[in-house]
């Protein structure tokens, strides 16, 4: 029995900032960021956007397509999460209106936990066939102003559908784990911008890439030649090249860039969409003009801290049919642009706790959003013109 992905979809936030402009305003060379980093612009929330507001509009799009039939669990990936104890899914299946029979977690290993989140829901579909999970990957990567990450900031949510005999991706058993106590990149409990030891987390990724495809030849993966295209995480796009490169290196394959370009499309406007990052990629490889029916895909996921995985993936006969790469080409193009005052203002507005009330401005014209904060509690309403005028909706 095949076991996959049955179809995955995606969001991002209403505002972009262009690196041309962050590039002007600090003084920096621009094409450090467009060819240095491979960068050209990056998502940004608005007040009433977030990793829930995100992760539901992206499940939404799927779900339209897909129906809720079978749906008994739902797994959220994310290392933005709003709650240090509630589940983020749990915001999402009030929004959606999901069904109270379902079981609801939230995963963390920095951008690493969709991939682990994709291998629990293969192990839940295994055991129940008849049954789907809904996995979705949502983060805000926000870093602090004037650091070297400033520039690789982002935000966007991936869904994915997992279930057996799935029309767009078999998952492929054999998959390379790799992981180790390591201070790359970190957001203690406190701050709303990580640490980041910038060098150490490029070594890190790259560690941890040989490592985990060692494991994964160990673990009976295929040869590198039978791989036909590969996808890694794009923290930013010039990463997944680095990657690629160490990988030919270690293996000493003659495996030419070609085979990850076509995966890079998305993460230049996106930025670093941390848990979603990898299936941005994955997404850009789909709507490729090539032809993948039956190809192999290698992916290399990666967290910081640091976990990497190597494992993949099938795209299935009539693939393409299931492909909307219109609604990710308009949620780019769509996106407003800032100025850098207006982006700065906005990243300093960002930085709110919870211990006092606040009502955020109707700016999104996503179908959900982030009304504010009364008493604590985060609430959430439908952007549907009859709630503008409404009270908010009450989510608890
Ligand atoms: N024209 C063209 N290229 C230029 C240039 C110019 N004028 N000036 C500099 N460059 C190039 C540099 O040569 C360099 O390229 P190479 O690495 O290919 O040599 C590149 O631009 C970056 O410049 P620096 O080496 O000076 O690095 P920086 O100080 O700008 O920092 C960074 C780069 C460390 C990645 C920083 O953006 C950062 O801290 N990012 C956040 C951490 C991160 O993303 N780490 C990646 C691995 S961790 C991970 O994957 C998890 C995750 O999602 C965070």
Known sequence: MKLGIIDMEMATTHFQVKLDTLAAALNVDPNKYRYGLRQEAFSM??????????????????????????????????????????ALGLFVQTLLELSSNMRIIE???????????????????????????????????????????EP???????????GADPQLLEIEPASGVWSAHIDDFWRPN????????????????LGAFTGAWED??????????????????QPFTKMAIKGHRRLVEHTGAAIDEQRVEPSLSYTPQLGNTYTASL?????????????????????????????????????????????????????????????????RRLHAAHERGSKQDYTN??????????????????????NEPQAATGAFSVLR
């Open 361 to 382: 401005p109707r700016v999104t014209g996503a179908p959900y959003r982030f009304a504010g904060v009364r008493d604590g509690a985060r609430y959430y309403q439908h």
């Open 216 to 233: 994964y030849l160990a673990q009976g993966g295929s040869p590198i030649e039978e791989i036909d295209y590969f996808v890694h995480h």
């Open 107 to 149: 995963t963390k290993q920095a951008c690493y936990s969709a991939t682990a989140s994709l291998q629990m829901a293969l192990g839940i579909v295994a055991r129940k066939p008849e049954e789907r999970v809904l996995v979705i990957a949502s983060d805000v990567a926000r870093y602090a102003v004037d650091t070297p990450g």
């Open 279 to 343: 299936y941005m990629g994955l997404l850009s490889l789909l709507h490729s003009d090539l032809d993948l029916t039956g190809k192999r895909i290698g992916l290399y996921s990666y967290g910081s801290g640091a976990a990497g995985e190597f494992f993949t993936m099938v795209p299935q006969p009539g693939y393409q049919k299931l492909l909307h790469p219109e609604i990710i080409a308009a949620a780019i193009a769509d996106r407003e642009e800032l100025s850098f005052a207006e982006y």
């Open 190 to 205: 406190d701050s709303s911008t990580p640490m980041v030891d910038g060098a150490r987390s490029l070594d890190a990724y």
């Open 45 to 86: 929330p608005a007040l009433d956007e977030d990793p829930v507001t995100l992760a539901a509009t992206a499940a939404n799009r799927l779900l339209q397509r897909t129906g809720r039939e079978g749906i008994r669990t739902m797994i959220v990936a994310t290392e933005t999460g709003i709650d240090q104890s509630k």
């Open 152 to 162: 690789t900031q982002g935000a966007g949510a991936v869904a994915m559908l997992v």
